[in-house]
Structure formats: C-alpha cells, structure tokens
C-alpha cells in the first residue's frame, strides 16, 4: 500500500501534473518526488507513471 505522501504525489500526476509543478507545489526537489514515484511503482507493480495511476485507479486508490 502506498504511503499517504505518495497518493498525494500520484493523485496530482493524474491530474495532469507534471514532475517539476508538484515539486514546487509541495516544495520538494524533482528527485524527490521522482522516488515518491518510484517506490510506489515498486510497491504496486507498476511498470511505469501511466500504469501505476491504471493500477491505483483499479484499486480504488484515486
């Protein structure tokens, strides 16, 4: 199960939102953010960002 901060970072990336723009909406470097993904990836079985928001959504998560 994803962390509360990586729903949050992957619920904006469903918006539309792009890596730098929730970087500098939550204040977080793009690297950060980046590995937020990442571990959700891992955490899920996402292969890849538009997976994982497939997989999220499936899941009921978003």
Do not use: F, H
Not at 22 to 48: E, F, H, M, P, W
Not at 55 to 60: D, K, L, P, S, W
């Amino acid at each position: 199960m994803p962390s509360a901060r990586e729903l949050q970072i992957i619920r904006m990336l469903a918006d539309g939102m792009e890596t730098d723009a929730i970087s500098q909406a939550l204040s977080l470097s793009r690297y950060t953010v980046a590995t937020y993904l990442k571990r959700a990836c891992d955490k899920l079985g996402a292969r890849n960002r538009a997976n994982l928001i497939a997989v999220c959504e499936r899941r009921g998560l978003l």
